[in-house]
């Protein structure tokens, strides 16, 4: 009877939301800039969800997020552009292929290097992310169409707002639901005691490669819409800034806060994009200066997090 009355709750917060939403939008209340922007929210919140099951709740230091969300926007630009996919109907598996593709990648780097601890393990994603950076600047040898280091244009703009709120709340749901299960709590071992989990007989490799390889399936999903939204990728767009941007999300947001990692999503996007509005042309690059800042403050007042666990 509870379990209804919390989907109910759920489901009724998810359609009210929707409608505030698609209610600015047909109204034009809000500019077309800030409707993709709004759109762009929710495919952050997709990524930095699952940067919050790697290191939020297995405590797995991951530096090379954004590699798996480029990977992911590759795919799907590649795919629609090369079919011509014009309908949201058809772009859906396709997202669901490149987070599989991203995940499939993670699983195959994850088996080596997850065996890595903390900083170790953190050096070879950001290697792993270089090195995918580096393959994308020199794609058009082997692929013309992916453009290189020239980005790729031409990309069908599939995503809209209700392919990106549909994911963005099936994907929610199924994460919230994978870590309040038994391999939820398997993951919270491994992050406080990896040997401790080991001895009472968790399977801890296994369970650190299924994380990752979520939390990077994740990624992907994300990237494949962040990709048909601008219609335009570079591979500058998935370098370690933007890992640094994901793992800032889950460290104000409260590591392993499924919650607190939705609403600084959408505050991080918020507070981005509000600066490049506010300031002027000649000062924009100073909210790369205010950010940092922000994080230290965030460090010495609130380790724990904006939200803390309350919101978990």
Not at 109 to 116: A, D, F, Q, S
Not at 141 to 148: D, F, Q
Request: glycine content about 10%; some cysteine; overall charge positive.
């Amino acid at each position: 009877m509870k379990l209804f009355s919390e989907a109910k709750s759920t489901l009724v917060k998810i359609i009210v939301i929707y409608a505030s939403l698609k209610l600015l939008f047909l109204t034009g209340w809000v500019s077309p800039y800030i409707q993709q922007i709004i759109i762009y929210a929710t495919i952050v919140m997709i990524a930095a969800q699952g940067l919050n099951v790697i290191y939020g709740y297995t405590g797995q230091f991951s530096l090379g997020h954004a590699a798996f969300y480029g990977i992911g926007g590759y795919v799907s630009a590649f795919i629609t552009k090369s079919l011509s996919i014009d309908g949201s109907l058809y772009f859906i598996p396709i997202v669901i292929i490149s987070g599989l593709v991203s995940g499939a990648c993670a699983c195959l780097i994850g088996i080596p290097i997850l065996r890595l601890k903390e900083d170790f393990l953190a050096i070879a994603t950001l290697g792993f992310g270089t090195l995918v950076r580096v393959l994308l600047d020199n794609s058009d040898r082997v692929i013309e169409v992916l453009g290189g280091s020239r980005g790729f244009s031409g990309i069908p703009k599939l995503t809209t707002l209700e392919i990106s709120f549909f994911f963005a709340t099936v994907l929610h749901i199924m994460t919230r639901n994978l870590v309040s299960s038994s391999y939820g709590l398997f993951l919270k071992s491994i992050k406080e005691d990896e040997l401790a989990s080991l001895s009472l007989g968790i399977n801890t490799p296994r369970m650190k490669l299924l994380a990752f390889t979520y939390g990077c399936f994740l990624a992907g999903c994300g990237g494949a819409l962040y990709a048909n939204l601008y219609c335009f990728l570079h591979p500058s767009n998935f370098d370690i800034l933007r890992s640094i941007d994901f793992l800032m999300i889950v460290i104000i947001g409260g590591m392993g806060s499924i919650n607190g990692t939705v609403y600084v999503s959408l505050l991080w996007v918020g507070f981005i994009e509000g600066l490049r509005i506010i300031l002027p042309d000649e000062v924009l690059e100073l909210r790369w200066v205010f950010i940092p800042i922000f994080l230290i403050l965030i460090m010495m007042f609130r380790p724990q997090g904006i939200l803390g666990k309350k919101y978990g």
